[in-house]
């Protein structure tokens, strides 16, 4: 195996240059991103749920985030001013240039990772949209408003599924058990704050991601005991999403979103 | 051609949502607000009902198809998030209409709490025995449900 020596410009295992986006579009970026890809992620399951109703239900929550994706990504284009609308951001971005969670980008693995991620993001985004509905940011505050009500549905199923699994059949227990074991290593980064978000949340305009720590805990400790669950031991924490830096499932997730735009730009139905 | 904001506003009133075709964007309350201004210029002001609903694109280009037909093509569809859209904007007839149609209408949530146990009826027979089967159904805003009484399956307009 040859070993390359870093080229000027080429990645060197640090995060790329700081964004030259205006920081609400930038902010704005990161919210919009995790909701897309976690749409994309959603949408595999279509004809591959348990059942139907899981199939539909799950289809739903990522048609929700694709429509909180979509004001995001507008909005974040209509602050940077340079004319990229919703499209241009979603299909024509490199991966470096994405600034979603790593663990929105993870694949599905079975179910039951599917829902332990749903329950650990969902707890998260719920929060988030909580706060961000009293955002001195007007735009951003209407989409929170709107998404937070869509986003306690999210919880609640995610909920649902947990207790019915951890305090299920041995076999779904143990899958369950599994599933958080592979989900908590990215658990960590939806928290991490940093200059973006304590100069914003400074201006009372984003949402410091360490404040929504405790409760986020408490949401999910609760169902975690209920559902007769272990939670996760700390460990290995993957980090670097929102500077770009992904996990290999990113790539492959992207190509699939973006080649049908790309090979065949303007197509429409 | 008709001018005045009010026939202006009864022209897209009665414009259907695509998803379930018994309801006017009036009815739902996706239907904010029409404005002419002094140029003649027509803004029809909708607010989606969930963020990824689908059928805003067929709404917007249903409420333009309409304007021009009244000779108002110069006319624009604005998209307004705040205040967000809630099941009690839901006319009285908008429910009924949804009952006959059948499916289950929303609960008016009010400000209080929301009781998390209000019996949804069956819109066939009426009984109030039913159960949920998913909490998400054919569209974003309904979930799916059963009869106990008479068997059959219906949709539910979810309360938001």
């Not at chain 2, 006017?24 to 909708?46: F, K, N, S």
Request: hydrophobic letters at 40%.
């Amino acid at each position: 195996m040859t070993r390359h020596a870093a080229a000027p410009g080429s990645w060197d295992g640090r995060a790329t240059p700081a964004s030259a986006l205006p920081p609400v579009a930038e902010y704005s970026l990161r919210l919009g991103d995790d909701a897309l890809v976690l749409a994309q992620r959603l949408g595999e399951w279509v004809s591959r749920a348990p059942q139907l109703e899981e199939d539909v239900a799950l289809a739903n929550i990522g048609l929700d985030l694709l429509g909180q994706a979509r004001t995001l990504l507008t909005y974040a284009g209509e602050v940077e001013g340079e004319g990229r609308d919703e499209d241009d951001l979603a299909y024509l971005r490199e991966e470096r240039d994405f600034r979603n969670l790593q663990i929105v980008e993870r694949p599905n693995g079975d179910f039951a990772v599917t829902i332990a991620r749903q329950l650990a993001f969902s707890a998260y985004q719920l929060g988030l949209y909580r706060s961000l509905c009293g955002s001195a940011d007007a735009t951003l505050a209407a989409i929170a408003a709107k998404a937070v009500k869509e986003v306690d549905y999210h919880l609640d199923h995610a909920t649902q599924w947990v207790l019915r699994l951890g305090d299920g059949t041995r076999e779904s227990h143990h899958r369950m058990q599994a599933a958080l074991e592979q989900v908590w290593p990215y658990v960590d980064e939806m928290f991490d704050a940093d200059e973006l978000t304590s100069v914003l949340a400074g201006e009372g305009v984003a949402v410091d991601p360490a404040a929504l720590r405790p409760p986020w805990d408490a949401t999910v400790s609760a169902v975690l005991a209920r559902a007769t669950l272990t939670r996760p031991e700390p460990g290995f924490h993957g980090r670097g999403g929102r500077r770009g830096l992904h996990t290999e499932a990113m790539g492959q997730l992207l190509a699939e979103m973006q080649h049908l735009h790309r090979s065949y730009p303007g197509a429409s139905w | 051609m008709v001018t005045g904001v009010a026939e202006i506003r009864e022209v897209v009133a009665d414009v259907l949502d695509p998803e379930v075709p018994v309801l006017t964007i009036d009815d739902l309350g996706v239907l904010r607000d029409v404005r002419v201004e002094p140029d003649g210029h027509v803004v029809v002001e909708i607010t989606p009902t969930y963020s990824g609903c689908p059928a805003m694109d067929a709404i917007r280009d249903d409420v333009l198809a309409r304007l021009r037909d009244h000779g108002h093509a110069d006319a624009e569809v604005r998209l307004v998030l705040a205040p967000a859209w809630t099941t009690d904007w839901m006319s009285e007839g908008g429910r009924r209409k949804l009952a006959a149609y059948g499916i289950a209408p929303p609960h008016v949530r009010g400000t209080g709490p929301l009781p998390l146990s209000l019996s949804v009826r069956c819109p066939r027979c009426g009984s109030p025995d039913t159960r949920e089967t998913s909490r998400f159904g054919s569209t974003a805003c309904k979930s799916l449900w059963t009869c106990r009484s008479c068997l059959e399956p219906f949709d539910h307009f979810k309360a938001l």
